[in-house]
């Protein structure tokens, strides 16, 4: 069955309601009618199978039949990218992150950050997709904007790896024990600064190679989280 998402908020014991995007793509992509069965998840670990029972507008109402709470299990791992200046790809970073099973999302305003970015808002509606696609019921905590200096103060109890190209002693991420909290760090075109890579190694930060050759930002995001996670 198709996975809908709903926030907490639209459901209650019985019943929950699926609006705006997700009940268009229900009646109109989907097709789905009145009496049809599908599965719905929170984002906070719980998947909702119900029923339809009536279809509006701008709204779906169904009736709960089961409900299977899911915790969140080891290993945790936060993709911490800088904002890439062609938007597609950094979208695509996340997305493909997000199936991989990202525990959560930062988006990194380092040195050689470009201006603008994507809003929250955006970040969390391609996430809600790709937990979608994937058939996850744990959307990733989002957080937008962050200095690497943020980062380290933020999340102390975490293992900080980054992926850094220039250097002849850097670690095969592959040869890494698997860690219970992660954080992956993946710079911006450029790049992190000298300082930056210095900071984040001095916090007990480990410095990895992702192979030979060098790799686009969302390539390198990619390939360092199947690493890790897969």
């Known amino acids: 069955m198709e996975l809908f998402f709903t926030p907490s908020s639209c459901i209650?014991?019985?019943t929950l309601e699926l609006t705006d995007q997700e009940a268009r793509h229900f009646a109109q992509v989907f097709r789905k009618r009145e009496g049809d069965s599908f599965w719905v998840t929170d984002g906070e670990g719980t998947l909702y199978t119900a029923q339809c029972v009536s279809i509006g507008k701008r709204t779906v109402e169904a009736r709960i039949s089961k409900r299977t709470f899911t915790g969140q299990t080891?290993?945790?791992?936060?993709?911490?990218?800088?904002?890439?200046?062609?938007?597609?790809?950094l979208e695509t970073a996340i997305e493909k992150a997000v199936e991989l099973g990202v525990s959560g999302i930062i988006l990194l305003n380092t040195q050689h950050t470009e201006k603008g970015g994507i809003s929250e808002q955006r970040l969390r509606?391609?996430?809600?997709?790709?937990?979608?696609?994937?058939?996850?019921?744990?959307?990733?905590?989002?957080?937008?904007?962050?200095?690497?200096?943020?980062?380290?103060r933020q999340f102390p109890d975490h293992r900080y790896i980054i992926a850094h190209e220039?250097?002849?002693?850097?670690?095969?991420?592959?040869e890494l024990t698997t860690g219970s909290k992660d954080i992956l760090f993946i710079g911006p075109e450029g790049g992190f600064?000298?300082?930056?890579?210095?900071?984040?190694?001095?916090?007990?930060?480990?410095?990895?190679?992702l192979g030979d050759y060098r790799l686009r930002a969302e390539t390198a995001a990619i390939a360092g989280l199947s690493q890790l996670l897969i």
Do not use: Y
């Open 125 to 152: 509606s391609i996430c809600i997709s790709a937990i979608k696609q994937s058939q996850r019921v744990w959307l990733p905590a989002i957080h937008v904007n962050l200095k690497p200096d943020d980062v380290l």
């Open 74 to 89: 080891p290993p945790h791992t936060i993709l911490a990218i800088g904002v890439l200046k062609k938007k597609d790809r």
């Open 166 to 174: 220039k250097g002849n002693d850097n670690t095969p991420i592959r």
């Open 193 to 209: 600064s000298p300082s930056e890579v210095d900071m984040i190694r001095t916090s007990g930060g480990v410095i990895v190679s």
């Open 12 to 14: 209650n014991d019985e």
